[in-house]
């Protein structure tokens, strides 16, 4: 993985501060109304939005709803997610970066934060943003029909090397992650694919199902329910450890390929907040993350469960930017 970035093009700044923990939030020296300086106020002292740059019902919206619920306990505040869609999360990710840094507006990044600019489509990146927690990452799995003639990595990769080309594999989209996970897995095995996009996931997958194409690359969560019904067979997942879910499936790395990718969520805000707001916001979402009432909804919904704080976190979304932008400049893939 690769280098740290330093640009911050937003400059709306919070007031320094004192953290008296979770509970107690963050006290800021601020104007009063009538322009006195030095009256402390209390962070939060608003309303928290949270932005989700896809639609509702869909599984970043789902997280964004239960993070939001859980942070009204904890900062004793309300809590509302706002659905901004649109450019591949371009829209939602740009209104992050342009509300004021005062911590009251947050928003869900995901891995195309460190996409969409290659792609041409947006302009908005992750140095736009400060990080706050990663919470969330979900390798992709290689999945085929059941009827399909290879019953393991092994064989899917021969296969492909005796038909070079001649394997199509579905993505949700030409250039969003599924087809990058199956083009770097591609890269690693030494074999030729012909990637097929679909809109969504859901068409991706049924395309498998109907026989159009021989396999597709997604998150676990969206070909769980084939897979249990015996329709489809996981062959892989691109992440570092078995899935709990399906912990008969290997992983890249055990099969030799040095390969770990799939789609992550985390919680981050403007460029230039304010360390103790960014402080406070960092333990609050991590006693949600650590909750037994959050671990069991992601689990009930195939969620994996990831970690990395805000410094961590700031890092990780470098080397995805770096590493993404590599793969999209040799895949030639240009945006729409």
């Not at 939060?44 to 509702?56: G, H």
């Not at 619920?69 to 371009?90: H, K, Y």
């Not at 507006?105 to 934060?113: Q, R, Y």
């Not at 059941?146 to 990595?153: I, V």
Request: proline share 3%; with cysteine.
């Amino acid at each position: 993985m690769m280098g740290d970035s330093g640009r911050r093009t937003f400059l709306a700044t919070a007031a320094a501060g004192t953290t008296f923990g979770v509970a107690g939030c963050t006290d800021a020296l601020t104007p009063d109304e009538n322009g006195a300086d030095g009256e402390a106020a209390e962070f939060p002292d608003d309303d928290i939005e949270i932005i989700c740059p896809f639609d509702e019902g869909g599984g970043t919206d789902l997280t964004a709803r239960q993070l939001s619920e859980q942070l009204e306990a904890e900062l004793d505040t309300s809590s509302f997610v706002t659905n901004s869609t649109g450019g591949s999360g371009s829209v939602g990710f740009s209104e992050i970066a342009s509300a004021s840094a005062d911590g009251h507006t947050l928003g869900i990044l995901t891995v195309e934060i460190c996409t969409v600019s290659h792609l041409d489509i947006g302009d908005v990146t992750h140095e736009d943003m400060t990080p706050i927690l990663q919470y969330n990452f979900d390798p992709a799995a290689l999945t085929v029909h059941e009827d399909a003639p290879y019953d393991t990595l092994e064989e899917f990769v021969d296969y492909a090397e005796d038909n070079p080309g001649e394997v199509s594999v579905s993505n949700s989209g030409t250039g969003a992650i599924w087809h990058l996970a199956a083009a770097e897995f591609e890269q690693a095995a030494d074999i030729e694919l012909d990637h097929i996009g679909y809109e969504g996931a859901a068409p991706a997958t049924e395309a498998v199902l109907s026989g159009e194409v021989e396999a597709t690359t997604s998150s676990a969560a969206e070909v769980s329910s084939q897979v249990q019904d015996g329709e489809l067979e996981m062959l892989a997942f691109f992440g570092d450890e078995r899935h709990p879910a399906f912990e008969d499936v290997p992983t890249l790395t055990e099969e030799g390929y040095d390969v770990t990718v799939g789609a992550w969520r985390g919680i981050g805000g403007p460029a230039d907040m304010d360390d103790e707001i960014v402080a406070t916001l960092e333990d609050a979402f991590d006693e949600i993350h650590d909750s037994a009432e959050f671990e069991e909804f992601m689990e009930n919904n195939n969620f994996q469960l990831e970690h990395r704080d805000a410094d961590d976190f700031g890092q990780f979304m470098d080397e995805e930017y770096d590493r993404f932008g590599d793969l999209i400049d040799e895949l030639g893939i240009e945006g729409e």
